[in-house]
């Protein structure tokens, strides 16, 4: 999808109750714009949807002849030993029918752990790993995802670096130990993304291109750094001490950024010189 109509659906789905932010869904629509230029296609599998706050993004990006596939615990929540959300197959399944008519996804309603890549493929574009949040979960859940991948998608880890979920980082750096194949390309927004090490080029090269972080709409408070992990440069979006993610400034440039009006004819002059004043 084009950033435009991200941002539309990442709008619609603003009242789903979940953990996928603005700036999260706005990097996997980017990443989607990378694929669809290098002609990568395959199907979209998501571990972990909650309500379907990002599984409708993830819907939406789906092109002809690709499927959204997906994995929860749904009412088995017992054998949520993380207790990291909390599936319901009846919201998210209305959730996606509202927001995203026509899409069906094929739903494996089990713990991961039963899945496994004989039984769902390899060529998978993008695998968003967001179910349980234990160690041995998260790196079974990345293993699976690697396994599944197709050559040159990208694996989406949620919670990497979290101090609340150390299981997740505990995963993510021993599935690095073990898989020299993959690397982490960008880190932010609770997102890591990974891909092979001789496609991460094709990722990373589009990710440094400020006139395109532009136009998805990752910016104020956001800046990027590179900074080594695991021995490969690691893009990370944070926000800078000096500035505030919650401030009334943060707020005020936020707006005036999505603002559609402030993109437009006479106000974008005006829009301009107002933002410069405040992002200081
Ligand atoms: C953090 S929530 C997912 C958030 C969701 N992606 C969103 O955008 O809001 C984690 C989900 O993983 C599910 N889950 C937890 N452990 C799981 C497991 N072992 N296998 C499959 N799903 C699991 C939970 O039921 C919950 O719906």
Request: with cysteine; proline share 4%; aromatic share 8%.
């Amino acid at each position: 999808v084009n950033p435009a109509a991200a941002e539309a659906q990442l709008a619609r789905g603003r009242a789903i109750e979940g953990w996928f932010s603005f700036e999260a869904g706005m990097l996997f629509a980017w990443i989607d714009a990378i694929q669809r230029d290098a002609g990568i296609t395959g199907d979209v599998f998501e571990i972990g949807v909650h309500h379907g706050k990002s599984a409708t993004l993830l819907a939406a990006l789906l092109r002809d002849g690709e499927r959204l596939r997906v994995c929860d615990l749904f009412g088995s929540q017992d054998a949520n030993v993380s207790r990291s959300g909390s599936g319901q197959r009846d919201v998210f399944e209305a959730n996606v029918r509202a927001l995203v008519p026509g899409a069906v996804p094929e739903v494996f309603a089990c713990a991961s752990s039963q899945l496994d890549a004989a039984r769902l493929g390899a060529g998978h574009r993008l695998f968003h790993v967001d179910g349980g949040h234990n160690p041995e979960e998260a790196l079974a859940d990345l293993e699976l995802a690697a396994a599944c991948t197709g050559e040159r998608g990208v694996i989406a880890l949620d919670d990497p670096f979290q101090p609340a979920w150390p299981g997740v980082t505990e995963g993510l750096l021993r599935f690095l130990d073990r898989d020299d194949r993959f690397v982490a390309v960008v880190l932010g927004f609770n997102k890591l993304l990974l891909a092979r090490r001789e496609h991460a080029s094709l990722y990373a090269a589009r990710l440094d291109d400020r006139e395109e972080r532009r136009r998805f709409l990752i910016l104020y408070p956001w800046q990027m750094k590179k900074l080594p992990l695991h021995g490969d440069e690691l893009r990370i979006f944070h926000v800078p001490s000096w500035r505030s993610l919650h401030s009334l400034r943060t707020r005020a440039v936020r707006s005036i950024d999505r603002s559609a009006l402030a993109r437009k004819g006479p106000f974008k002059a005006i829009a301009s010189r107002l933002r410069s004043k405040l992002a200081t």
